[in-house]
């Protein structure tokens, strides 16, 4: 009797704890979620509440018609399904070629190309960036002097304020070679990826 | 196609040629080379080999070639000759005192990340593992979540729960009894105006969406373990405290030690939730080394040069705790 009862309390213990870590891990999405239906005024408050008093869908409004930033959210929507569309499909097919390679054949170099695999994995994106920014800039200039002589204002425009002016050429491009912008950005993407087959 | 492999000679997979009569057509005839000279496998890596040599090794060779050069804007228009200094960006970022606290701040998170994780996220696979079939369901799902939040969206909910103007942090440890550190100076602290405070947000950052990877690799290790190993462990007296370092830890050690690296490589190169956390490049004593490096390179005026002579002594670092990687990848068989 008294075993099963403190089989029963173990239980209830490991439940509890499970519960603890469900709870503490899903706060800051809960608290997320949770801002995004508040309304201005109950963004800051003292005390804190956990749900908003007034719910409202106006953040999401705001984001998708594009008042907060300038462009609507389908823009930031259709670069990042781009650059996750293209790498997802390229880097399955090569990863798929690749694993069909080491996983079916025994060939000389086999051993040095997995060794090499994760060591290409782990160079850090930061360094790398710098030669692909320098590459992307020549790559990208041809598509950049395709665009009408008016777009030119608004890249000076962009450029005038405190931003850094590599990034303020990427906003000004923003629409009009979109393509050609991203096409680098997608590549690059990918380069992680390739190890993982 | 050009033979540069080496094909073993010998063993053909099929007749050299058609013993009779009608010519081949390109196709099969290209089959019948490849089986030849057993090219099948080198023509499948060739993809991927192509990609590696273009986005890895050729950017390598290039900040390489760029930190013993003065490369900076004009050499990149053309408008100025790019000239070879030799080591002088590298003794430059050494006798910079910037570096020296860059690196500092690296070592010094990574030091506080990865154990955090890796406790964390130990004590949750062991956790899992002795939950019901639901309640394990349950946590891992939640968990995984976490750990599918983008490292930009989880840095910026951080940051939001942090800020000094109501956010929950400051308000929770204004509650919590002196004793526990608590009280009334918390109210309107901020957490990203100083090093410390700033990386010990990043710290939680990495560790909340950190922790799922480790419990979820812990897990599968404890999946492989035999139940009678437990059950033999404790008829012979140890606690759980005994048979997870007498037990569990020397059977997973080798995932232990892969996890371990994997965590020192990642949280050494963190760059995103720093970046986001000490507001983009705001304050240069908040720098680690990749964000010290990233500015060196993207702040007006850049400097290449220099910030490929960072970028090189980075992976080089990064490449040293790689190799303890691969080799322990080598010994638990991953390789083979």
Known sequence: ?197 | MVRTVPGQPGRLGSPAGPSSGAPLGFRQRGVIFTRRHRLAPYLLLLPSAAVIATLVLWPTIQIAEFSFQNYGLPQLAGSEPTQWVGFSNYSHVLHDPEFWLSLRLSVLSAVAMVPLTLIVGTLVGVLLSRLGRKMAAFVSSVSVLAWATPAVSASVIFVWLATPDGGVVDWFLTKLPPWLGGGAHWAGFSWTNAALPAYALATAVVVWTGFPFIAVSVLAGLRTIPVEMFESARVDGAGPWQIFWRVTYPLLRPIFQVLFLLSVIWDFGVFTQVFIIIGELGQRDEYNLGIYEYATAFTLPPAYGLASALAFILTIILLVITVGYVRASVREGALR
């Open chain 1, 1 to 197: 009797m008294r075993r099963v009862l403190s089989r029963r309390a173990r239980r209830a213990g490991l439940n509890l704890l499970g519960l603890l870590v469900a709870l503490i891990t899903l706060f800051p999405i809960f608290w997320m979620v949770s801002t995004a239906f508040k309304p201005a005024t109950e963004w800051y408050s003292l005390t804190p509440h956990p749900l908003p008093a007034h719910p409202t869908l106006a953040n999401f409004r705001a984001v998708i018609d594009g008042s907060v930033i300038g462009l609507p959210y389908w823009n930031f929507l259709k670069n990042s399904l781009f650059v996750t569309v293209v790498s997802v499909v390229a880097s399955s097919l090569i990863a798929l070629l690749a694993a069909v390679a080491l996983a079916r054949f025994r060939f000389r170099f086999r051993t040095t190309y997995l060794i090499m695999l994760p060591i290409v994995q782990m160079l850090p994106q930061q360094a790398l960036v710098i030669a692909l920014a320098a590459a992307g800039r020549h790559l990208v200039s041809g598509h950049v002097r395709r665009v009408p002589g008016q777009r030119s204002g608004r890249r000076r425009a962009a450029r005038a304020g405190p931003v850094p002016h590599w990034r303020a050429a990427a906003r000004g491009r923003g629409r009009v070679s979109w393509g050609a912008a991203e096409a680098p950005g997608a590549v690059t993407g990918r380069g992680r990826s390739t190890g993982s087959c």
